[in-house]
């Protein structure tokens, strides 16, 4: 017993340590995809007909790749071509570029469901189109995808995990340098799942704390992640 106590204490500030960069990095790539996700999801919906057909490629490229081939592909492929970024930049860009694609297919989902009425209304005393969809389409579709994005943000936790493989320190980064270090990879390993656990099971209560208190009662709206 004591020989583990002293092994968590030798590990535990390292994964300290990895567990700060994983959140900045899931932090980070949520951000960008609410920047990305946005107006791809209102032009998926209100943009004209080419529009839709190219913010259609990108989503469904995001979706329907997985994320560790797209993650290789900006950092080690896009060298190829001149572009090069460093291993942060690369992990920010594919998992925020990844989950933008699913957050605009969320929100694009969200605002369909918005009674078109609402629209006509709007229409008829005056509101322009985008008026409409500024003061009232969108303030509803926001509240009703929050599910959704909460779902994406908890994902986004777990899907960090592919970052270690270009070398980001980060808890699973910090793991595999421990499990060579100490040669327990079992032990490193377990402990890091339990790690996961926490971190996951705080942002689910945290995030369905805000769900029920920006719900819109009586209207839902909950697409399932299929998997990035």
Do not use: C
């Amino acid at each position: 017993m004591n020989d583990f106590l002293m092994f968590l204490q030798d590990v535990i500030p390292s994964l300290l340590k990895g567990t700060v960069i994983t959140l900045e990095i899931a932090g980070v790539s949520l951000l960008l995809g609410v920047v990305v996700g946005l107006p791809v999801g209102l032009g998926r919906v209100y943009g004209p007909t080419w529009l839709k057909r190219v913010l259609g490629i990108y989503t469904t490229f995001f979706q329907g790749t997985p994320l560790l081939i797209q993650l290789f592909f900006v950092y080690y492929g896009l060298p190829a071509a001149g572009i090069t970024f460093d291993r942060f930049t690369a992990a920010f860009l594919t998992l925020g570029l990844n989950s933008g694609a699913y957050q605009a297919e969320y929100l694009r989902g969200a605002l369909q469901s918005v009674s078109e009425g609402q629209m006509t209304a709007a229409r008829a005393i005056g509101m322009s189109k985008w008026q409409a969809i500024r003061a009232i389409i969108l303030p509803q579709a926001l509240r009703l995808v929050l599910p959704a994005w909460s779902n994406e943000a908890i994902s986004m936790l777990k899907y960090t995990a592919v970052v270690y493989l270009i070398a980001v320190p980060d808890l699973m980064g910090q793991a595999k340098i421990l499990s060579s270090k100490y040669f327990a990879p079992i032990q490193i390993y377990l402990i890091v799942a339990v790690f996961y656990l926490v971190l996951v099971g705080i942002t689910y209560f945290v995030l369905r704390a805000v769900e029920k208190r920006a719900g819109i009662p009586g209207l839902t709206y909950s697409p399932e992640h299929g998997g990035a």
